[in-house]
């Protein structure tokens, strides 16, 4: 007699991944036909970006939609790319966890050879076709021509057919035609929203777009510079697991522990593998393929007990706060937003040995839309989010940051937050770590959320100096108008009716304004900022104060700067130390900004001490810190801890393996 | 000289599924240790109850977590299940996609074949050790122990060690031990929570759980009853789609096309299946394998031209109104909730060709917070989701229901509402189309939206329906109580003073409160439900009108009923044409309900016509159109189109290659 398990057994077997996600479509973002139209399209502009840039061109990317029937469409995109060696086209897109990125520490679109094989295989189940996909790889070559279909029982490419044609019109580049079920919509979740934020944070970029009904959409290039490519590092050591490292170590080509961790992984310089072994209590000599699980426990332990220097980080492709307002101003310009705010990057950072890089923005007033939720563009690795936006650390670190005290109003402090803006977030990662293959949204790392809270937090305050300045100005600028124009005329007038002359009337209009306007002004000329600053007494007492700047660090004209400042300091603040202005009387203050990308300032921010605050319009008090920082286009986060080394010492693993002596 | 592309494709390959998910498993649920220890015990649990209801076992599950140290936990997760036969016991702990469930089309929990051997690769991967698996199969033999790990690179399993012991208090069941990296909380999101929570779907299990203090928790079993075990059906031919009707086509053992349909397809009859092949213009008799890509194309759309019986609901195992009672007074005892609504199950529907049936219930009030938004509960399958409730459709459905209508405050009419209740959603399915692996949330499905919605609003009349009967009766007792004891005590001292005799009241009372009261109590005895409705004429003047209930169909005892009624419904709408009542009389309705739990009946559903609405308190106006829809408690959905037939030819595979010839 079988038992129940006996014939339970009978039913276990394999499966094979396409044949899981041929069932469970919705898990690689396929679930609607809305969506499925944006993914596809996505999954193959990605491929066409990091396929160019990887080979140092400029993205040139033409997408276009047919429709077919009722529900089908035929998707074309063609990019400039080096194209794909012929004999890889099957796999590449006929092969699910197939690809050249996955090992790769470093930041790219595509990373888990998922995407564009799993849109050849949703078209070819919701339209029984093939995909056909055109690629010329040198000059002179013919394009070769391939129609695939992916066999999901066992995850397998079929060629269908195979060719070569001349494609004289391009020098290299690819070219992918599939047919799919899907729907062509309008609005904020569509596949001209996906390319026009593809456009914002791809600025180096040109997308022509042909929609369905034959009309077409071009982003222009807002820059010729090419992203800088990304390089490939070690695994950090900060964060690595006990199984992840055995692994390593068991895999490893080194001859002992103390090369091992030299070699192995970025930031550990031959004094810092010496003291890991120390402290672990293990031989610099020990083979890493005999350690036990104890002695690996103990490396463990010795390793995250030193410091490490942050993770290299030209593994990453920040933006750059000059091309996020490129990008932004390149697509947003209908809407003629008031301000600006200056994107924060902030440093690399790692989590659980993956660097990482946060980057916001702010857009406020223009035509947005000021009774609703701000608009969230959340994006990762260059590519924008569109879906599962509740799902996602990015939306969790806005939702956390209480937007009350930046001029934006929020129930409770925490939520979404409403009024007339744009928040931009961009995750930079060797790693992104997603919800979902269909990759929608980022987990929630918590080291992630805080970097992002951070730099919400400082972009949200420089809203805030420009919310302030724009209120009180408006509102004095108000009371001005009123008493310059209608007193004199009331003198005026009653000077006449009593037949005496008229009086002298600027005691009487200090002491109703009783303030000193500060008015400030950027004009960019010559590759030039230049900044003047009026102050206006308009109390009826003489006045004197401390003005202060915060600007670029380094690109301030020292010789520029008139009245001289009594402090520069390098990360960019500047005191001067005025001297009095008498009632009714003002000064000025010149500086120029040289070497600067013009929209990169256009806006003072500015700070007075020394003075009642109340007295002042046009600068904020000074904070009692001086806690103003502006952090720099490109800063270096310094070391933390003691054990930290100045500077790593880079070792060819092969240059290694000969000079070090087994002892 | 080699071109880009050369260089690219050197570094193209094919990476394994576990290695994928080693590298993103965050994918798998596993991106923090908090959630991981969750996943991990999950994982174990669900494995052993899908095993349990299988085998038609009652499942008795031991939880136990010991803390080894610092970061490190041991889970033992033991069942009495059917066992795992020894030569499977490999594979299923140690390989990803590997299972039983993953083709049959029926409800369990587990389907993927990733959820416990990810548990095993992330204890591996954490703390480097092995999976021990126990499992006995029979009585008198013992059990096999091994223990396992996961080779990432090749997604298949390493055996560390094997061996027999005896384990005699253990007729047959498995046992999972393994260690993992972890943090144990307290909270919404916790083991604890998370066994509660199963408890409240599963009251037919009994689970044990000793946490790291060693400390012992018991959710004793509610029922013996099993659910009843899900039977595999063939696919339901609504939503399916070209591609894989080609798949299917081309893979039949059907002889011909008419074959093809009835056999592999559920809910097809002969007729159905010829009333198909002539609206497609293909013969009966064409060969599937031989169809053309437009062939095919025709015959899909020929299939979704014609209406189908829903699917068969025995694959599907909904909790059940009475259970979802049982279970949520199982564990909320503690916060004594004034108000169970009854539970709304829905009848089975399709999305995609898969069935589906969703349930919701509503506990209001008790010691339940009233100033916060309200719990969701969300359940799939019988197992409880804990994480990612921004992303899931169910929690979408109850933001999309505007509870104000049903007494819960909502800002706007849209979102979680806030107020004193537990809102429960369980969605059944042969499928759950999770968002991702770690099966956290449910993706956007339409037809499972609107599900839910429909079941949330039923059920949110019915607490409103509560709600309204007890303001109002608060708010008439209160007068009530000044009335008749005020006035006596005015009218006897004014007699006392003036010397007259005390004056008859009624008419001054009935004048003041001018109400016709509705008093109803359920009472369970003797396996009965005994209903009395009192009504009492506080009025000046004799009042008539129709008096109507709500009550289970099928329940009602006809000659428990006094007065007789002058309408009974089938669906159970009961009518009562009172006789008049006298200024200051009461009369009496009565009636039973027999052979219903007594958790499904607390409370009556009563309405009035033929009298002032504003007069009458205790029952609500009689909306228009008596719409005033009972679900019942085994509704079976009718079907809607003209073409659907009444029964379905069933129709075995074997049989029907020997019955049909090939004409």
New interface residues.
Partial sequence: MS????S??K???????S??FE??R??LGF??PTKALIMAVKEAVDNSLD?CE??GYLPDIKVRLEKIDQNEFKMTVEDNG????P??IP??FG?L????????IRQSRGQ??IGISATVMYG??????PTRVT?K??KDKPAAVKEIMLN?KTNSPSIVSEDFVMWDEKE?GTKVELFL?GRYVAGKQSVLEYLRQVAIVNPHTSITFIDPDGKTFIYARATDKLPPITKEIRPHPEGV????L??MGRASRTRNLRDFLKTDFSRVSERLAKEICERSGLSETAKTTNLS?DQ??KLLEAMQSVKYLPPQTDCISPIGEALIRKGLKNVLDETKPEFYSPPVSRAAKVYSGNPFQVEVGIVYGGNLPADQQVTLLRFANRVPLLY?Q??CVLTKAVENVDWRRYGLEQ?GGSGIPFGPAIILVHLAST?V??????KE?V????EIQVEIELALRECGRRLKVHLNKKETKARTRTKFEIVQEILPMIAKKSAKIVGRPIPKLSGSITKIMNVVWVDDSVVFEKKKHKVKIIIYNYTPHSTRFNLHAVVPAGYLDADSMEPKPIEVKEDGKVTWELRPIKSTETMEVRFDLVGLDQELYEENELYASGIDPTLIIGADPLPGDWDVQRLQVTEVAAPEAAVAEEEEDEVDYDESKEALSDD
């Fill in positions: 038992s129940i398990a006996e339970l057994a039913k276990q077997k394999e499966i094979s991944v044949e899981f069932r469970n919705q898990i679930d609607s396929a990887e080979s080096p194209g794909i060696m004999n890889m796999n590449v092969r966890l197939f690809g050249s990125r996955f090992h790769a888990q050879g070819q189940i919701t339209t029984g076709k690629s790889t040198e999901t290299h079920t697991e006990l199984g992840t055995m692994n699980l690996y426990k599962q509740g799902a129930r790693k770590p997603f919800t979902s293959e269909a949204a987990a929630s790392i918590p």
